[in-house]
């Protein structure tokens, strides 16, 4: 199970422990460049946690994991990774992004319980009065050891499996308006959202402050929308950045959970895939007449 902190704990980690690792891994896209911006500002001690470093480049989706174990390794040794680090992740993104760096250690089988969030992110930092420094990463030596956990990851194939069977519960963390039915914001898409599916929008998982809420308030949140927070669950999302907000949740409730990694990018696409014969292979349900 990984773990929530304050920036409190955070500070007493920073200052007592020689095994730990601060990773900023807000989002580099076309609106913002978080590299910049953590040359700018970040907590000190940080290194920056480029997510799409970790992307397979031959995948047709945005955010597909590389399977390339020597590479994983290498980048993450370059950073400062070692197998028995304790690694506290941040953010300064509104999509919350450490989730999702959190979950990709998982899948390269750090283990979990060496896993952190700071709540809040670099605001909450900031706020608490904690040292803030400018300047880029500096590379490292370290050596990581990756042993891939497929079991956190679902594919296209599970979710089909899915239809017909209901041994998991998959739901799902995009805008209530694009699970009910509404325009999609990437062309070739169809809208609408998986039969059977869930709906919970990642941002009321959050306080106006942007921490995380309590977890007896994530349950009534599951039970807002008929799901069970103990049921084996499949997140997704848009294209699998922000679903593993949920995984996080779930793993501190200690519920079976995963990552239905390539989302509605691949599930909601226009087109056919090898073995496919019809577009009704992959029906699609919405909340609209």
């Not at 370059?78 to 919350?96: M, P, Q, T, V």
């Not at 999302?237 to 779930?250: D, E, Q, R, Y």
């Not at 079976?256 to 029906?283: D, I, K």
Request: hydrophobic fraction near 35%.
């Amino acid at each position: 199970m990984p773990w929530l902190i304050n920036p409190a704990q955070l500070d007493k980690f920073r200052k007592s422990q020689t095994n730990i690792v601060i990773m900023d891994a807000s989002l580099h896209n076309d609106s913002r460049n978080a590299k910049q911006e953590f040359i700018e500002k970040h907590i000190i001690g940080a290194q920056f946690f480029d997510i799409d470093a970790f992307n397979d480049p031959l995948s047709a989706f945005p955010h597909s994991l590389s399977q390339d174990i020597t590479l994983i390794s290498e980048k993450l040794g370059k950073i400062g990774i070692r197998n028995d680090c304790k690694i506290i992740f941040y953010d300064n993104s509104d999509l919350h992004t450490s989730a999702r760096a959190l979950w990709m250690l998982k899948v390269f089988g750090h283990n979990p319980h060496l896993l952190y969030i700071l709540d809040g992110g670099l605001k909450a930092w900031e706020k608490y009065g904690g040292k803030i420094e400018t300047g880029d990463s500096t590379d490292s030596t370290k050596s990581y050891n990756v042993n891939i956990q497929a079991q956190f990851i679902r594919n296209l194939n599970d979710i089909k499996k899915c239809l017909t069977e209901s041994k998991e519960q998959i739901i799902d963390l995009r805008h209530a308006v694009r699970y009910a039915g509404g325009p999609e914001p990437r062309a070739g898409v169809r809208s609408g959202h998986i039969p059977g599916s869930f709906g919970l929008p990642f941002n009321v998982l959050f306080d106006k402050e942007g921490n995380f809420l309590s977890l007896e308030k994530i349950r009534r949140k599951f039970s807002d929308i008929a799901a069970s927070p103990t049921v084996p669950t499949i997140t997704t999302c848009g294209s699998g950045l922000t679903a593993p907000i949920l995984n996080f949740l779930l793993d501190l409730m200690g519920c079976e959970n995963a990552v239905y990694e390539n989302a509605w990018t691949e599930y909601g696409a226009e087109t056919l895939y090898p073995g496919e014969t019809s577009l009704a292979e992959r029906p699609i349900a919405t909340c609209v007449d």
